[in-house]
Structures are given as C-alpha cells and as structure tokens.
Nanobody, 124 residues
Framework: QVHLVESGGGLAQAGGSLRLSCAAS????????MGWFRQAPGKEREFVAA????????LYADSVKGRFTISRDNAKNTVYLQMNSLKPEDTAVYYC?????????????????WGQGTQVTVSS
C-alpha cells in the first residue's frame, strides 16, 4: 500500500513558478514509478509528467515540455514537479500517482495509487 499527499499548490501569476511536492509512505514506495496528472474543470484528467524508479527516465506532455521538471528524492520519499513559465491553461487540480513498474507510464489506468490532489490556479 502506498499513500500519497500532494502540497505546494496555490495561486500564481502567468509567467510565475510553483513547486509541487508529493510525499509518499509505504515500505515499497522506492520501487514505484511516479507521475503527475492534472484535471481542469469540465475536462478529463491528463498526463503531465512521469519519472522512473531511479529517476533516470522522465516523460513529459508536449504542453509542459521545457517548462515543467519532475524529480524525485527517494531518501525523502518525495517527488516534485517544478512548474515555470506558468500559463492560465495550466490551471487545474494536480494529482500525484504511483505505478508498480520501473519505467514511467503516461496512461492513468497503469497507476495503482493516487493522491487527493492540489489546486493550481494561474491568473493572467
């Protein structure tokens, strides 16, 4: 069992930055690939970024490539999403997820555990 808690969301201006954190608990957390997804009002949940168990492999959605960076600190049981050059269209609830596999998937059904989400709002 893996329990995930997101933090770091809030209000930012367009062009600004936020860093999301996802604290994980569970003795096998270090063997899970991790991902970030987001869901805007009236839209489906979409993939944002993912990282492998070791942190050596990452994936990004085209919409955030070059602006967002995913990282993990296995010693602290935490995964991060650094978001720079924020745009109003980045406004959404951001979810952290854990997948019981080494390489990071981009499909939501391949993730086994989910956090409750943290709201990110970007004003223009």
């Amino acid at each position: 069992q893996v329990h995930l808690v997101e933090s770091g969301g809030g209000l930012a201006q367009a062009g600004g930055s936020l860093r999301l954190s996802c604290a994980a608990s569970g003795r096998t957390w270090g063997s899970y690939a991790m991902g970030w997804f987001r869901q805007a009002p009236g839209k489906e949940r979409e993939f944002v970024a993912a990282i492998s168990v070791s942190g050596g492999s990452t994936l990004y959605a085209d919409s955030v490539k070059g602006r967002f960076t995913i990282s993990r600190d296995n010693a602290k049981n935490t995964v991060y999403l650094q978001m720079n050059s924020l745009k109003p269209e980045d406004t959404a609830v951001y979810y952290c997820a854990a997948a019981d596999r080494y390489l990071p998937p981009s499909n939501a059904p391949q993730y086994n555990y989910w956090g409750q989400g943290t709201q990110v709002t970007v004003s223009s």
